[in-house]
């Protein structure tokens, strides 16, 4: 999706949601390193040389340590995936969706679905709104107040009534038919 060029980067996993009253929901992300499983690597790579490029000169202190490997992961800063896909990353933007993946190898092609019923869409996603300002980043939580559970089950329920709630199952090999259904979705469906 950011080789398309029509988006721009946040985040990584986590992501931080103000639920305001009056205005809309914005999605603040964090500048943190990512993560990138060498095979979804692999099916972005054929693409173009610019993220192969970058992979090899890779700043991050663990790539560097590690010589750049080929193998398991890439650790990339934001720059670094920004300029091997040409898109731009922000601090924030407008929240138009939810979409919560789940993975299951056996799964041939993506399926991505509504969840139309708002108790559901409230569940599941009560079961990934976290008190916590980061579950990979313990050390960010002394800077926020924690949320108690009465609180996050409320903004789960706010937020499943202001946006569209979607779960998405896919498998390891159908990432780019996954990325695809999610482009047309954030293009034409919304």
């Given at each position: 999706m950011l ?22 929901l ?7 390193a990512?993560?990138?499983r060498?095979?979804t690597l692999r099916?972005?790579a ?6 192969r490029q970058?992979l090899?000169?890779?700043?991050h202190?663990?790539q ?7 193998d ?5 800063f934001?720059?670094?995936l920004a300029r ?7 601090a924030?933007?407008r929240?138009?969706a939810?979409i919560v993946p789940?993975f299951?190898?056996?799964a041939?092609?993506?399926?991505l679905e509504q969840?139309?019923?708002r108790?559901?869409a409230c569940e599941?996603?009560?079961q990934?709104v976290?008190g ?5 980043e313990?050390w960010l939580?002394r800077?926020f107040t924690?949320t108690h559970?009465d609180?996050?089950e ?7 009534e ?13 990432l780019?038919e996954s990325a ?5 979705l954030?293009?034409e469906g919304?």
């Amino acid at each position: 999706m950011l080789k398309s060029g029509e988006f721009d980067y946040v985040t990584n996993d986590d992501l931080v949601v103000n639920v305001d009253e009056d205005a809309g929901l914005d999605a603040f992300g964090w500048p943190r390193a990512i993560s990138v499983r060498r095979d979804t690597l692999r099916l972005l790579a054929d693409r173009g040389s610019a993220l192969r490029q970058v992979l090899e000169s890779s700043r991050h202190p663990e790539q560097v340590r590690t010589g750049n490997p080929t193998d398991r992961r890439a650790l990339l800063f934001p720059d670094e995936l920004a300029r091997a896909t040409g898109a731009s990353v922000v601090a924030q933007a407008r929240l138009h969706a939810v979409i919560v993946p789940r993975f299951d190898s056996g799964a041939l092609s993506p399926e991505l679905e509504q969840v139309h019923d708002r108790q559901e869409a409230c569940e599941l996603l009560r079961q990934f709104v976290e008190g916590n300002a980061s579950r990979q980043e313990a050390w960010l939580d002394r800077y926020f107040t924690q949320t108690h559970d009465d609180e996050l089950e409320r903004q789960a329920a706010k937020l499943s009534e202001r946006v569209p709630v979607f779960r998405l199952t896919q498998s390891m090999t159908c990432l780019r038919e996954s990325a695809k259904l999610l482009h047309d979705l954030a293009t034409e469906g919304l």
